[in-house]
């Protein structure tokens, strides 16, 4: 058990807390091999760049993560008073999920496993200097 009263134990853990602003989207319908790829071509860039990019990508996650971006961005400007003409994707990242387990009726009475996917998708922004 941890020492100390809750809310000293909850100051705590609010001080090693990353101070920039992110969004985070749980239990995605997304394999993470998919949302990497529209990921990997948004890091780095600025959050007007981003959204372009993804406005006109094909690709499913491509909204889901547009959402994300856009919520980081009302993040950063309500809760952080930052600047959004500023802002950046500095860090952005898709974790593995629970896979859900369906199956498939095949030939001669047998059954095929389909396993559905998910991933939990994280956005942090931050300020250019």
């Given at each position: 058990?941890?020492?100390?009263?809750?809310?000293?134990?909850?100051?705590?853990?609010?001080?090693?807390?990353?101070?920039r602003p992110?969004?985070?989207?749980?239990?995605?319908?997304?394999?993470?091999?998919?949302?990497?790829?529209?990921?990997?071509?948004?890091?780095?860039?600025?959050?007007?760049?981003?959204?372009?990019?993804?406005?006109?990508?094909?690709?499913?996650?491509?909204?889901?993560i547009k959402?994300?971006?856009?919520?980081?961005?009302?993040?950063?400007?309500?809760?952080?008073?930052?600047?959004?003409?500023?802002?950046?994707?500095?860090?952005?990242y898709a974790?593995?999920?629970?896979?859900?387990?369906?199956?498939?009726?095949?030939?001669?009475?047998?059954?095929?496993?389909?396993?559905?996917?998910?991933?939990?998708?994280?956005?942090?922004?931050?300020?250019?200097?």
């Amino acid at each position: 058990m941890a020492k100390g009263h809750r809310s000293q134990i909850k100051r705590e853990r609010n001080a090693q807390k990353d101070p920039r602003p992110s969004a985070k989207l749980s239990y995605a319908r997304v394999s993470v091999q998919k949302a990497c790829f529209v990921l990997d071509a948004v890091r780095g860039k600025d959050v007007q760049t981003a959204l372009a990019i993804l406005e006109y990508n094909p690709r499913y996650a491509s909204g889901l993560i547009k959402k994300l971006i856009e919520s980081a961005m009302a993040n950063a400007e309500n809760n952080n008073g930052m600047n959004k003409e500023n802002l950046y994707v500095a860090e952005c990242y898709a974790n593995k999920g629970p896979t859900m387990k369906r199956i498939q009726p095949r030939a001669q009475g047998r059954a095929y496993r389909i396993e559905k996917r998910t991933s939990h998708i994280t956005v942090v922004l931050d300020e250019r200097k």
